[in-house]
């Protein structure tokens, strides 16, 4: 049914997907709640910081983040030779892009229900003694459940759908850096590979459905069951 | 000791009270909208003061002179929200548990078990505060406050949602966290018997300024004739000593100088001394001999002051053979019909039935 | 604004021909007074696009492949297709890091290359990966590079990879190798290691625009190729 | 003419009751968790029954026989929710309008100034529903409801968060809103007060059962002897007609076959006929010749029953002149000391004062 | 400082954009507003095809949309020939492209912001007398508009950016179909381009940036304000 090299791809991009958004989640969650309730000046620069892979071209994207983040960009030099962390030609290279370019859509739905919160019940939890990081623990994260599943999923499903950013950033190295999108794109680009890529899309959008499926049960499960 | 000196301004409103609150309850009394929920936010340090210093024994909780500012969290001060604010994603037995954990051993003094069962919230342990009804959510809140033994305990209105036998039941406990665990509290309420019965200072706080402070007998009796509609507020206190309990007939008696006065139920120990409250409504006046009457206790003491007004109603008020003061409503018409006047021998006809268990310290709820 | 210029011929060209044929454009616009619009993507983009209608009058293609598209789906005018320039495929590094390598058949890259990557167009998609590959494969050494491929979204990417050493190698075109100082071409592929780099040119089957015949005869003309050369560009075959 | 016969289960709790409700007010009674705040729910069409028929008037509203079900907007009840749910992004002033655009225009039968001026929320019309205190919020809430002039309305505790004046201040408002628009009334509260002097019929839940269903006399009479927590919620309802209205003492006399009753306060008009509320505990008897007291009410009577228990407390009941019955709390001690038996001719004395304008039907605010 | 050509980019850009986001709004309050609200057979399904253009590589969403929307397409044909709606080649198909690339973070947005609102109060209307779509207009919509006004925003920004599916669907011909995004694409194919596409890109963050200060101050302002 799929070629080694699909597999190769489907389980790639299930890999990057999952570690992209499992990795930027907690810096998204910091940045929503500095978002939703803390006011500085440059507040709107962070936002608009944040906002930038949404707004600017993916390969804009990825070509700032080869820059940034290549063996000679000014992080990536420093992380390869500091912490061993390449991410030129590696799939961890697509990782990173896939996070950055959900990391906008994550910290919105983070930022919105962190802002729905009622903060007097963070009060009442600190009165009965609970510190801060306490209190941002069992009460702010889990009212906010809903806004980080559903970040989660959107940034997710738009690691499984990046292509632009990370094809600029890490090339397409197939079982390195051919993720499903690259693997599509290529196909488009082919005389007659339509059907290709129509069935590389479905595995996709499969995908995509199931964690849609696993984020709402796991949402409704946790407003029913007993406790945190 | 709580000492509270602060000033607060929000668009028209402005709040500026300075008072002390001691070792037992401090009543926070006044109308709606007086600034009796935003003091307890500044003292729980939800809210910042514009101006001012609040003191808990030592400690300064917050001084905007110095800067000093001691978080919400590390004030141990509980606090028992109007709108009980459970939280609800966690269900009735996490909630009651949640501040447990950051109660220090040694200062774990209030039994879970003693909570759940006076609270009558045994049954809804497993419950989400969405599936609970109002008086439900309030004495869960209660429950939750109560249990990390705070070192000041902070309560707005916690049993306005509540029935009368409900309140009856509760009360006796907050009792005994003011007597037996020594917890300061700062009760607000509008029920004059709730406040009378367990505060020994009141504060009446009236467009964010203290207007009186003072023991309840002080605050809470009628300085001037005061609009009928507040006439169920005022009332005096005694102090008496507990003579005798009297276990057959279910009443204890208290000897004051001017006379007995008996009360429902079976005060702690003979010897005692107690505080009486009683509402200048529930206070007849007699003159002559005592009559035949079912009321047990009579008072003996003469007209110091008659104030009337255009309204319906008299304020009298009794000197008794101890120097204290006993305050009456009647009507005029009763007034004038009996002749009375500043100087007269009076007796005062007080019903044991009519003295609320809220108005009299150390009194548990009394076997029907 | 500029609005009304669609009263001039449309042109959907690939996208690495955009520097010399705004040059063209501009020329022509100079010399007859009319405009020209040109869209540029990926070949295979706009040929799909022409396939689904689109108001194209003449398309220019980056390789013979998606010309053929349209030609067997009778979407172009075959009697005017040509082939406008050709190109020579090159093999760089960055500049100062490597010496002059032959390249022959069984020439050493694999070991050259160590390991780094070499850059070049995507091999399935990009008409640069496309040629690069033939042209290892007909040198004999496709079997050791192909894992030290790196294959990017275009050629300019590929460029830029090698330009910021990146990648220890890159095959470009020559025209893109010319314009990035950063980039020292090691090799030129032999023009029989890989089919004929050309860019062909048709007018569509649904061409409207009445200049579409004159602007195609102008980019075949003396002017235009003069502007070809400039741009590294060479005459096909 | 509400009248709701439902069921509905919820977890361990489920609710099984039938009511009719006249044309006055319909007090919903009982203790926390009984049931109270679903009723009203499932009466505004805001929940479902299991089962059951809800009609009001000729309307049927639910059926879940038939199918029938008519929407909440197109009830035409007002709620008065017991946590004010208003609406935080509109100003107080929106807030109250909000429902009058959907009163058809003939059926505006209540004036927003007035709502306003008797709520005494003038000031608060430009502000935001977050900047309110918490009674503050309900008394917008109540005035929200009240301007839709609704054909039934229901209220959730409305009162339960303000302090007594500003409750004396809403009471014959409510009336009013009774009286004058005839607008039916579904009252929850746990005020005995507002219930006897409100409603003409209480029903009594628990549990989620109906226990009693009858006129406040009847629901809160004590028909045993009440665990005595309870006693203050035990009266007895008096009916009589005002005989004279005095301007001067600014009383009223109310003229029952067993004597004459001293009312403060002018009552509406003489010959009226009016229901007085007396607590249980708010009654003195008295043998032989009236003594000399400043009570200007003695109704006469005599010993029906005596009922007496391990507590403190006898409950006696006198059967009047008229064939009513009289509650009256007295000590067991008492009732022992005056040798109080069945068939005793006593004299029931009540103090004028301690009539509660919320225990008297058509008395609006005393003046003071 | 800018070509004529690049005025046109960016004008045609705010154009796509703002037609894009206002066009999509109310279809996506829609959806939403089912997600949040309603419970039926397929309702994951539904979701998932919302967050299709998410998952799918934009190469992939503008083809499908060519085949659909296209003058030869099933819906383009029909359009054209009824409406006189013609998308392709058209600023039109631009736009429609922004839209339906930005639509499932709009949707996720608004459904975040209505999950979070207490029923009770919509009650509250009901016993009002207010019918159910005079209580969506005048509580539930005011009530989400943080997340409306999010939802909004993330869409404008992600017009602004879109790339991939515009120039698959409706080319990239100056003053019809070329936004910033695929002149930034064009440039890049140029050498020498980087400059160019460097002061388009920050073109593009500074109108996302004013858009994100405007939403920002247009909540605060909803939310100090009087009525609504
Ligand atoms: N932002 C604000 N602007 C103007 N007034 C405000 C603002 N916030 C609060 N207030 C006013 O402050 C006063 C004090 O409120 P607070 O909640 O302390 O009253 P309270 O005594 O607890 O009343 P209640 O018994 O009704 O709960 C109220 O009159 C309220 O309207
Ligand atoms: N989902 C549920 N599961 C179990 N019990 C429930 C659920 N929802 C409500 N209840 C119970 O239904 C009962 C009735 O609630 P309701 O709110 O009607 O009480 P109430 O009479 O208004 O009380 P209060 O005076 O405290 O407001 C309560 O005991 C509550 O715990
Ligand atoms: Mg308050
Ligand atoms: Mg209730």
């Known amino acids: ?29 910091a940045v929503a709640w500095v978002l939703a309730r803390r006011d500085f000046r440059g507040k709107s620069l962070v936002d608009g910081v944040v906002h930038l892979p949404l707004v600017l071209p993916p390969v804009v994207t990825g070509y700032a983040l080869l820059l940034l983040f290549g063996r000679r960009g000014v992080f990536g030099a420093f992380l390869a030779d500091h912490l ?13 892009a896939a996070g950055v370019m959900g990391f906008p859509l994550m910290v919105r739905a983070i930022r919105l229900s962190l802002e ?38 959107l940034a997710f499903a738009k ?54 499926i696993v984020s709402e049960v796991s949402v409704r499960r946790a407003r029913r069951g007993a406790a945190a | 000791m709580i ?75 509980g606090l028992v929200f109007q709108d009980a604010q459970l939280f609800p994603h966690l269900d009735v037995a996490t909630n009651l548990a949640y501040g447990r954990f950051f109660t220090p051993k040694p200062a774990r003094r209030v039994e879970t078990a003693a909570v759940i069962e006076v609270l009558g919230i045994g049954h809804l342990m497993k419950r989400r505060p969405e599936t609970l009804s109002g008086g439900e959510k309030q004495r869960v809140a209660i429950g939750r406050a109560l249990l990390t033994s705070p070192e000041l305990l902070l309560m707005d209105e916690p049993l306005a949602a509540l029935d009368d036998r409900r309140k009856l039941e509760i009360l006796p406990f907050i009792e005994r966290l003011r007597d037996e665990f020594a917890i300061p509290i700062l009760y607000v309420s509008h029920s004059v018997e709730e406040v009378a019965r367990l505060a020994s200072t009141v504060v009446r706080l009236e467009h964010g300024r203290v207007a009186r402070i003072g023991t309840p007998g002080e605050v809470l009796a009628p300085t001037a004739l005061a609009p009928s509609t507040g006439r169920f507020e005022a009332i005096s206190v005694l102090t008496g000593r507990v003579t005798r309990i009297d276990p057959a007939y279910g009443v204890s008696f208290v000897e004051h100088p001017a006379g007995r006065i008996v009360v429902p139920g079976l005060l702690e120990r003979e010897g005692a001394e107690v505080h009486i409250a009683i509402r200048a409504t529930d206070v007849t006046l007699a003159l002559g001999r ?39 409503y009647a009507t005029r018409l009763a007034v004038d019909d009996l002749g009375l006047d500043v100087g007269d021998g009076v007796q005062a006809l007080i019903k044991a039935v009519s003295i609320d268990e809220r108005g009299v310290q150390g009194l548990g709820v009394v076997a029907g | 604004p500029v609005a009304a210029q669609s009263s001039g011929p449309t042109v959907f060209a690939a996208a690495s021909m955009k520097t010399a044929l705004d040059e063209v454009v501009a020329a022509w616009r100079a010399r007859s007074g009319r405009a020209v619009t040109v869209s540029y993507a990926s070949a295979g983009a706009l040929a799909k696009q022409i396939e689904q209608g689109a108001p194209a009058d003449l398309f220019i293609s980056a390789d013979l492949e998606w010309m053929d598209f349209l030609e067997t789906r009778k979407l172009i005018r075959p009697e005017t297709r040509t082939n406008l320039v050709a190109n020579a495929l090159v093999l760089i590094a960055p500049a100062g890091t490597a010496s002059a390598i032959d390249i022959v058949p069984g020439f050493p890259l694999a070991t050259a290359i160590g390991d780094g990557k070499l850059a070049t167009g995507d091999i399935r998609s990009v008409p640069v990966g496309k040629y690069a590959k033939a042209a290892l494969t007909s040198l004999g050494v496709w079997a050791e590079v192909e894992p030290k491929i790196a294959g990017t979204e275009n050629v300019r990417v ?24 950063k980039v020292t071409v090691v090799g030129t592929f032999p023009a029989s290691s890989h089919p004929p780099i050309v860019y062909p040119a048709a007018i569509t089957r649904d061409a409207t625009a009445p200049d579409a015949a004159a602007f195609l005869d102008f980019l075949k003309g003396p002017e235009a190729a003069k502007i070809f050369a400039a741009q590294g560009f060479t005459r096909p075959q």
Request: with cysteine.
């Open chain 2, 3 to 77: 000492s509270v000196a602060v000033t607060l301004a929000r668009g028209d409103f402005s709040l500026d009270v300075a008072f002390e609150g001691g070792a037992g309850v401090t009543g926070l009394f006044g109308p709606s909208g007086c600034g009796k929920t935003t003091v307890i936010r500044l003292v729980a340090g939800l809210d910042r003061p514009d101006a001012g210093r609040i003191t808990l024994g030592e400690r300064v909780l917050i001084d905007t002179a110095t800067g000093a500012r001691v978080a919400p969290h590390r004030r141990r001060i």
């Open chain 2, 290 to 328: 005592t009559p035949q009457v079912s009321v047990r206790t009579a008072l003996a003491g003469r007209v110091a002051k008659v104030a009337t007004d255009h309204g319906p109603f008299a304020l009298v008020t009794m000197e008794l053979a101890s120097g204290d003061r006993l305050h009456a």
């Open chain 3, 158 to 181: 590929a460029l830029a990879l090698v330009a910021r050493g990146e990648a220890k190698f890159g095959i470009v075109y020559a025209t893109d190798a010319g314009s990035e100082p």
């Open chain 1, 1 to 29: 049914m799929f070629t080694s090299e699909e597999w190769t791809a489907i389980l790639l991009s299930l890999k990057v997907g999952s570690i992209a958004t499992a990795a930027s989640l907690p810096v998204a969650i």
């Open chain 1, 116 to 153: 729905a919160i009622d903060v007097r019940v963070e009060q009442a939890a600190a009165t009965l003694g609970a510190p801060p990081l306490w209190v941002f623990a069992t009460v702010t994260l889990p009212l906010a459940s809903r806004g980080i599943v559903a970040g989660a999923v």
């Open chain 1, 84 to 96: 061993g962390l390449v991410f030129s030609f590696r799939w961890t290279g697509a990782a990173l």
């Open chain 1, 159 to 212: 690691a499984l759908g990046e292509f632009g950013a990370t094809i600029t950033f890490v090339s397409n190295i197939p079982g390195q850096t051919q993720t499903i999108p690259s693997a599509i794109y290529a196909l488009t680009q082919t005389p007659g590979g339509e059907a290709g890529a129509l069935k590389l899309s479905i595995v996709a959008a499969g995908i995509a459905l199931a964690a849609l």
